[in-house]
């Protein structure tokens, strides 16, 4: 096989780039349409770190596509087409966004992350073992670290400009976003996590919290947008290794935290270069990751 190009940011004089995320460019390509381009960027501790990862931007785009596939009769989403050859010509002509590029409604963004737990890790963790909370949600006592909850809870957050996204109470998101569709938001989060979880347990993996993000199109119908159900906004657990009372492995960049965990890296920007088996194995989690929740190996297909 030719080795697998990365690419680690995309400009396009013909594009005019809209946003430039940490992983993310999207371009406008219409009135309408934007393109979301995954690229092979990867980020730790809120940093892009300097080492691309082979084959993320691929996987990211095609589960994506595969869970709003999945999902659309629960919500109404962004998807327009992954099919790099039914793209307009102005985008064909860019061959390195075959495979990693996504064409979406454009839609008025809700300026909150709809946030599901149904374990307890991450800063749910956190919070608990401070305040026997998640989120103002009471929970049991005597929880361990990542302990399925007794059903899972709804932990908004904002979506912060730079660096982390804070927590907000639910009157907050009501605020943010009204109390009608603070109350939609939340019943279509929990009814996605829901049936998605349940598919992936079917499939062994645990999905132990995730978010999604909702716009409003043209007509004022909710669309759920962005990426769905990805190691990069998602916890994946496999279910056959699962012990609660300790951190789990999961299918997401926990493994390229921890290696920069060994490193004394102060966490200040320049970020270190990850090592070749590092990369490697991150390609394998994120690749074995889609592989088992749709049952199919990525085709990379380059021309
Ligand atoms: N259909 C859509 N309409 C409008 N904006 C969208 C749509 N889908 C996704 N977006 C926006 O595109 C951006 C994707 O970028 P990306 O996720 O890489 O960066 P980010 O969320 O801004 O920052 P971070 O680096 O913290 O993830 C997000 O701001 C998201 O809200
Ligand atoms: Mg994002």
Not at 19 to 41: M, S
Not at 90 to 106: C, D, F, M, N, W
Not at 216 to 223: G, H, Y
Request: with cysteine.
């Amino acid at each position: 096989m030719s080795e697998i190009q990365t690419v680690s940011i995309t400009s396009f004089v013909s594009l005019p780039l809209v946003h430039r995320g940490k992983v993310r460019d999207v371009y406008q390509v219409n009135e309408e349409e934007l393109l979301l381009v995954a690229t092979d960027r990867i980020s730790a501790f809120d940093y892009v770190l300097p080492t691309p990862i082979p084959q993320k931007g691929a996987i990211l785009t095609a589960l994506s596509a595969f869970w709003f596939e999945k999902l659309k009769s629960i919500v109404e989403n962004h998807f327009i087409s992954c099919d790099f050859d039914e793209f307009p010509a102005a985008i064909r002509q860019h061959e390195e966004l075959r495979g990693r590029s996504t064409l979406v409604k454009k839609t008025k963004v809700f300026p909150v992350e709809c946030v599901v737990r149904g374990y307890l890790e991450g800063s749910g963790w956190k919070d608990y073992q401070v305040t026997g909370n998640v989120c103002n949600y009471n929970l049991p006592e005597n929880l361990r670290q990542c302990e399925k909850l007794p059903r899972p809870i709804f932990t908004p957050a904002t979506k912060a400009q730079t660096g982390h996204d804070e927590n907000i109470s639910e009157s907050e998101f009501a605020n943010i976003v009204g109390a009608e569709t603070a109350e939609q938001l939340r019943s279509i989060s929990f009814e996605i996590y829901k049936q998605a979880s349940s598919y992936a347990l079917t499939r062994g993996i645990i999905i132990a919290d995730t978010k999604f993000e909702f716009g409003l199109d043209e007509n004022d119908n909710i669309l759920l947008i962005d990426e769905v159900l990805t190691p990069d906004s998602s916890r994946f657990w496999s279910l056959d290794n699962y012990a609660p009372g300790a951190s789990q492995s999961s299918f997401d960049k926990q493994f390229v935290r921890d290696y920069l965990e060994t490193l004394d890296w102060n966490k200040q920007p320049p970020a270190p270069e990850l090592s070749p088996h590092i990369v490697e194995a991150t390609t394998a989690r994120y690749s074995e990751a889609y592989r088992i929740l749709t049952g199919k190996n990525l085709e990379i297909n380059e021309k």
